[in-house]
């Protein structure tokens, strides 16, 4: 530290912290950042936004006879994410700071957070995965794992190192500027750095211990969340991009099934010219569902038959040229007659760009209203 013990380097912090079922947990929290308020005289409030844990975190703060101390009970649109926000959007003071209730964060390093901050970092994160930093070493291999390929999965949105870190620090300009924000899951951080477009971002290292204390609210329906949370932010950050990625994913495993029908009907001895129909058909169902439940799915409302007689007569187009191109090629040549699956393959690329165009544009269109993606 450079600042002087005595020196607070920000006029006004608030700090928010998520909880549910954490009332053991409070008065140690509290206690500990006192003792930093305290310690460097900071113009500190806390906000406590607990979802109705009915744990009688009520009597436990109004026990402690803290006035800086806040605690929000929240009935409605229940979840860590949208407590934070809540949190951010009722506090007074300049600087936000975001931290969990179980001391795996500790109070100790908020002070760097904030001097991060005064040397114009825009977004500053209490991380495990830089230089100093550590996680408990009860870790398990696969919580180790688990959490660094979750790390990983963040690379296309940001290049901190700990993205997923549920301590961290910006300035309330920042936040307001955040657009669009829809917080799903736990990673309130990512949410964050993503939509406030923050650039300059700095990590302090952090020892993340577990909690000794409560249960842990980490579910496995949390994590798989995470991944509806990721593709929010991929639609959100690569726009029309995102849709062309996520088609192309689709078409590739529409290949497979394309590719494995086919293999099975020729082994069964089916004529070729019925067999790449059927394989084709097979796909294109399959290729349906799929973009109506992920790529287009913001065109999920629509009826349904109606959609899909759509797409096949759109699709229509790409899979005559891919059956056209298919049949030529087995024609021409005896070694594809032999191989089947690699003119399929050649016929696939031909009709797949054909029907991205017709189906982007004329099958699943927009809604005038967008939901938020
Ligand atoms: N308001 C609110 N807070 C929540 C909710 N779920 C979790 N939290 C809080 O968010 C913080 C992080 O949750 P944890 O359960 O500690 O998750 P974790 O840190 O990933 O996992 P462990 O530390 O291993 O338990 C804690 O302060 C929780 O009390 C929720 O639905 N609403
Ligand atoms: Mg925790």
Redo the contacts with the bound molecule.
């Keep these: 530290m450079t600042t002087s013990a005595q020196s607070a380097p920000f006029p006004s912090v608030s700090v928010v912290?998520?909880?549910?079922r954490?009332a053991d947990n409070i008065p140690l929290l509290v206690d500990r950042i006192a003792r930093m308020r305290d310690e460097r005289h900071l113009d500190l409030e806390l906000l406590i936004?607990?979802?109705d844990s009915n744990d009688g975190i009520e009597d436990v703060v109004r026990g402690l006879q803290r006035p800086w101390v806040r605690l929000t009970v929240?009935k409605e649109n229940?979840?860590?994410g949208p407590?934070v926000v809540d949190g951010m959007r009722l506090a007074r003071n300049d600087v936000l700071v975001c931290m969990?209730?179980?001391l795996?964060h500790p109070p100790e390093a908020i002070p760097e957070l904030l001097e991060a901050l005064s040397q114009d970092y825009d977004f500053v994160i209490g991380s495990r995965y830089v230089q100093g930093g550590t996680t408990d070493e009860r870790w398990s291999l696969f919580r180790r794992l688990n959490s660094r390929v979750a790390t990983l999965l963040a690379r296309p949105f940001t290049c901190a190192n700990d993205p997923m870190s549920?301590f961290f620090a910006l300035r309330r300009e920042t936040f307001a500027a955040a657009q669009d924000l829809n917080p799903i899951g736990?990673k309130i951080g990512l949410e964050l750095l993503v939509k406030s477009r923050c650039e300059f971002i700095k990590e302090v290292p952090i020892h993340f211990t577990?909690?000794r204390l409560g249960e842990?609210?980490?579910t496995l329906a949390e994590q798989l969340r995470y991944l509806q949370h990721l593709r929010r932010l991929f639609i959100y950050r690569y726009g029309g991009w995102a849709h062309f990625s996520q088609f192309a994913v689709v078409g590739g495993l529409g290949t497979l099934v394309n590719l494995a029908v086919l293999t099975v009907l020729d082994l069964l001895n089916v004529p070729l010219a019925i067999a790449v129909a059927v394989a084709i058909f097979g796909a294109m169902v399959f290729n349906f569902a799929l973009n109506r439940r992920f790529t287009f799915s913001y065109a999920r409302q629509a009826s349904l038959p109606r959609q899909f007689l759509g797409f096949a007569g759109a699709s229509s187009v790409g899979a005559l040229a891919n059956y056209a191109v298919t049949l030529a090629l087995i024609r021409q040549s005896a070694f594809l007659a032999r191989l089947p699956q690699a003119a399929a393959l050649f016929g696939i690329a031909a009709g797949m760009l054909i029907n991205f165009g017709i189906s982007r544009y004329l099958v699943f269109r927009k809604p005038r209203r967008p939901k938020p993606v």
């Design positions: 912290v998520p909880t549910y954490e936004m607990d979802d929240r229940r979840g860590l407590a969990d209730a179980d795996s549920g736990y577990d909690r842990s609210k980490l």
